[in-house]
């Protein structure tokens, strides 16, 4: 489908951060390159969309064309002499959704016009089915099935994975995502912008035990609760002034990461999983990597965590998702648009 | 030179020579112009029996207008411009919307609609503004001659621009009809073909689109969709084929 070499160019523009990738059959990665505007959004606490759909319009050409300058392309597609390739690049993918509407918009539009400038498929791509790519890219032989922790900003699911295209939702967050509730917290207790990074570093140098928290929905079933945690903390800390915030931190964390790796265990069992990995920001969390593989050895079972560049937004794995949906649905309508609140996509096996 | 013109509730798409137009397509898609911008262009290409390959330079509408419609058109005309290595030709709404009133012997004013009881001008001989109704009319009530306004602006705040401009001692300006109310893709191509002419072009990555205000510094969370409710029964993993 996609041309003898299977390159495919990826754009991912969901959030904050204008992404482009070229990778090879659905598996190298020829190169990725990520802009983000993490400082554009900081003093505001989080991202602000107008903003978001500003910096995409003016960050895609550099992005792309670095993209495939990485890559060893020009910006037709063609393999640039110097590198003695001969196949052009094959597809051209984005991500449709979910996410903010006007920042999806400007990476499908801008790669549906490239892909009729090239002649060639375009395919839209669902991040959250990237996400999981994100961990078979630098794991190609993960055995499977497969239990996802997909924790970020703006989403918290537990994923099983049976085979490319073939995956069942086990659970997922009633409000807050993981993510989400880093943000909330860091921004309640002034520790910075973006949260995960600011409360974690906080974290390091108190003591989890100092602040009693609830572990939310932690017997109830595989979905997941972060906003009467976020709450607890507030009404904690109003009560009690005095408390170092370090330990707020530490204890909030620990409650997330309780909440999380029991979950991602409970879905294990509960579906035979031979191996569990993460993905998503909230994914390269020292505390979250560290208690998600003791919990993982303990029970024997396998656990992949991706680097912590593939955990965060990138194009690459926009790109092997994109490889594996062309192959099996053919290419996206020229048609398509973004879809902000496009479910993760179950399909029939 | 294929032009695109998506600033506005309209999507238009136009291939045109230095003969004139080869084909051209308007819709109305509301607020989809993501959706229908792209197969346009497919559609006016196949109508001018010319490959989108052939193309040797993109002109786009950059705005003043609609945010999301102003950047689906810049993003779509950066992809097509980067993807073939041709110069990006922009005009601004308010031009685009002067050039189709070009038979007016009136002092053309062209208004576009910036919601939030602002709108956008530009005078003749002066820089675009944006401002209120009120500031409008300050401007008109200072022109020689008579003057009417075209664009979406002028067919939404007419009654209050022209009493607001005679209350202020000037001459009562005309509205145009409907059909001068958008910024037409004929009138674009016709401009971008001469500014192509004149060697006024940029390239894809320098061609950005114009908003006129800053943007709204309004912290959001990431959308995210509601949570499941059932996942359902399992399916056979045993029974996927690799």
């Known amino acids: 489908m996609t041309g003898g070499d299977g390159l495919v160019l990826a754009i991912e523009t969901s959030c904050d951060e204008t992404a482009a990738a070229v990778v090879e059959g659905g598996r190298t990665i020829l190169s990725s390159v990520v802009s983000s505007q993490v400082g554009l959004h900081e003093r505001f606490g989080g991202v602000v969309p107008e903003i978001a759909g500003r910096a995409h319009v003016e960050q895609i050409v550099p992005v792309v064309g670095r993209a495939l300058a990485d890559a060893g392309f020009d910006p037709t597609g063609r393999p640039l002499p110097a590198t003695g390739r001969e196949g052009r690049v094959g597809a051209v993918a984005a991500t449709t959704g979910p996410g903010l509407v006007g920042a999806l918009l400007v990476g499908v539009s801008f790669a549906k016009a490239l892909a009729l400038a090239w002649d060639v498929p375009f395919v839209g791509v669902n991040h959250l089915e990237g996400h999981l790519y994100a961990s078979l890219l630098e794991e190609p032989g993960m055995a499977l099935p497969v239990v996802v922790l997909l924790v970020s900003g703006g989403h918290s699911l537990l994923v099983v994975m049976h085979g490319p295209r073939y995956y069942e939702v086990l659970g997922e967050t009633v409000d807050d995502a993981a993510g989400e509730a880093f943000d909330k917290v860091a921004r309640f207790l002034d520790l910075g912008y973006p949260g995960g990074p600011a409360v974690e570093h906080a974290a390091s140098g108190g003591d989890s035990q100092a602040v009693p928290l609830p572990r939310p929905m932690l017997a109830e079933g595989l979905d997941m609760s972060f906003s009467g945690l976020k709450t607890a903390v507030v009404q904690f800390v109003t009560r009690h002034p005095d408390v170092r915030t370090p330990d707020v931190a530490a204890a909030f964390q620990e409650a997330v990461v309780d909440v999380l790796v029991h979950k991602t265990l409970a879905a294990a069992r509960a579906v035979g999983a031979r191996g569990v990995c993460l993905a998503g920001g909230v994914a390269a969390n020292g505390r979250l990597r560290e208690r998600t593989v003791e919990a993982c050895e303990a029970e024997g079972l396998p656990v992949f965590l991706p680097s912590r560049a593939m955990c965060t937004d990138n194009a690459a794995m926009i790109a092997a998702a994109g490889h594996v949906r062309l192959a099996s649905d053919g290419s996206t309508s020229i048609g398509a648009g973004a879809e902000p609140s496009a479910r993760f996509p179950v399909s029939p096996p | ?242």
């Open chain 2, 1 to 242: 030179m294929l032009a695109i013109e998506s600033a506005t509730i309209e999507v238009g798409v136009a291939l045109a020579g230095p003969g004139g137009l080869l084909a051209a397509l308007v819709a109305r898609p509301g607020r989809r112009h993501v959706e229908t911008l792209h197969p346009a262009i497919v559609a006016v290409c196949s109508a001018a029996s010319t490959p989108l390959a052939s193309v040797g330079a993109v002109c786009v509408d950059v705005g003043p207008g609609l945010f999301t419609g102003i950047r689906v058109g810049v993003a779509a005309a950066k992809g097509v411009a980067f993807g073939l290595g041709v110069p990006v030709v922009t005009c601004t709404s308010l031009e685009v919307l002067a050039e189709a009133a070009q038979d007016v012997a009136l002092t053309v004013v062209p208004v576009v609609d910036m919601r939030r009881g602002e709108v956008a001008w530009a005078a003749p001989g002066r820089d675009m503004r944006l401002g209120s109704t009120a500031d409008l009319a300050a401007d008109l009530a200072g022109l020689e001659g008579e003057a009417m306004l075209v664009g979406d602006g002028a067919l939404r705040y007419g009654v209050a621009i022209v009493e607001a401009t005679v209350a202020l001692g000037g001459a009562a300006p005309r509205i145009s009809s409907e059909d001068l109310g958008a910024p037409g893709v004929a009138a674009l191509a016709r401009l971008g073909i001469r500014r192509l002419a004149a060697g006024a072009t940029t390239d894809a990555a320098r061609a950005e689109p114009c908003y006129l205000r800053p943007p709204d510094a309004r912290a959001n969370w990431v959308s995210r969709p509601a949570p499941v409710v059932d996942v359902g029964a399992r399916a056979d993993p045993t029974a996927v084929p690799w």
